[in-house]
């Protein structure tokens, strides 16, 4: 490979909290004695960016001004392109994008469009934690949809139950996740056009979550939500960051894609009402060095890093730790892990067995914030040596000790 996805980079003392939060009030402490961190709970990686990121920025921090700034025509231009190569849009111009703050944040700004306080959102279950604590902290009340899992273990939606849930609980607003985030399902097109079809059947305006949308698995290929249907693309606000893909999220960015132009006024003019949302140069520059033809190399070669981690730790899930499953994730690079047949055969609880993984350094997450009930989230975004050396540990010290 041309770009480096095996050496081990410390990130201690370097503003990481993944690592340097270990021993915390949200961690539950440090590992033993004799053993290190491997860091597999946030959601960022452990991976150096693309060098034309810190190129960019360093280019930049030349000129010694930093005052007030409109965004560069390069900004969009590099958006457009983006978008065109990895995602085959076509029609997008400058005006139907804009800046968020966070994908979080420009969810919210759409909810304050689409609904009141107080009224029901739909959202698919697992859930995002960031989904659930936004929506509940604004005043919204979360209606959940669960995937069911067929019988080749593929996460489905169940089309009858969210149809169900719209019409009994007068939902007009959902929260659509492509690629899914924690289940790291990538929709096929017809998915997403019968979830769409059913929206507008219902006139239930969406935000579709595609933060996750460069980092596709195996072959798969990633759907723009907007692209599956004319109605589809003028009810949906898209949101996109380049954070997830290139390890930037310390940098805050993440931007919209609204066609429909009375929503788009109306989402900008609720995102202005705090006086914050408003973007930072250095992250303008990141986001320019990222989307460049180096940025589009860099990503490939970090999907095919990614899947050969996936498919190690899905490989040796099934074949080392008996009552634990964890359907493949098609897209992102977090295994969600089902435990409840180990924890049963085994007597344990969850939390006694998340405090085993953390003890020998296996630093990994509680799947109940994601709406699992015996489940633990795992990131495979580091070298493979640290992911094998992660799952030694696990068979060795946790499940098959």
Not at 1 to 8: A, C, L
Not at 317 to 340: E, L, W
Not at 359 to 372: C, E, S, T
Not at 385 to 401: G, I, L
């Amino acid at each position: 490979m041309k770009y480096d996805f095996e050496s081990i980079i410390d990130r201690r003392g370097w503003d990481a909290l993944a690592v340097d939060a270990l021993g915390q009030g949200w961690t539950p402490g440090r590992p033993k004695e004799g053993f290190d961190a491997i860091p597999m709970w946030v959601a960022d990686m452990n991976f150096p960016t693309v060098p034309t990121v810190c190129d960019a920025m360093r280019k930049r921090i030349e000129h010694p001004a930093f005052g007030y700034f409109d965004p560069r025509d390069e900004y969009f231009n590099a958006i457009i392109g983006w978008q065109a190569e990895r995602n085959g849009v076509t029609g997008l111009e400058p005006k139907h994008i804009g800046y968020e703050n966070g994908v979080l944040g420009g969810l919210i700004s759409a909810m304050g469009t689409f609904c009141s306080r107080g009224d029901n959102v739909l959202v698919h279950g697992p859930i995002y934690m960031g989904f659930a604590m936004s929506l509940k902290n604004s005043g919204y009340n979360v209606v959940l949809s669960p995937l069911v899992l067929d019988e080749n273990g593929i996460w489905r939606m169940d089309y009858a139950d969210m149809e169900r849930k719209i019409t009994e609980n007068h939902i007009h607003a959902a929260v659509f996740c492509s690629p899914h985030n924690p289940t790291g399902r990538v929709w096929e097109r017809w998915e997403i056009e019968q979830a769409m079809e059913i929206f507008r059947k219902h006139d239930v305006y969406v935000v579709s979550d595609e933060i996750w949308s460069d980092i596709i698995l195996n072959g798969h290929k990633h759907i723009p939500t907007q692209s599956v249907s004319e109605d589809a693309r003028q009810r949906t606000v898209a949101l996109y960051a380049p954070s997830k893909t290139f390890n930037l999220a310390g940098l805050i960015g993440a931007y919209h894609i609204i066609y429909n132009d009375r929503l788009r006024d109306r989402v900008e003019k609720e995102a202005s009402l705090s006086h914050y949302n408003s973007m930072n140069v250095m992250s303008m520059y990141a986001l320019i060095g990222a989307y460049q033809p180096e940025g589009r190399e860099w990503v490939d070669e970090l999907c095919a890093t990614l899947s050969g981690n996936i498919n190690y730790a899905c490989s040796y899930i099934r074949d080392h730790f008996k009552g634990v499953t964890a359907a493949r994730p098609q897209g992102t690079y977090m295994v969600f892990m089902d435990c409840d047949e180990w924890l049963e055969a085994h007597g344990m609880t969850l939390d006694e067995l998340l405090k085993a993984g953390w003890d020998v350094g296996v630093a990994w997450q509680d799947g109940r914030q994601h709406g699992g009930s015996n489940h633990i989230r795992l990131n495979l975004a580091l070298p493979l040596s640290r992911v094998k050396e992660a799952f030694r540990r696990m068979d060795e010290y946790v499940f098959n000790r």
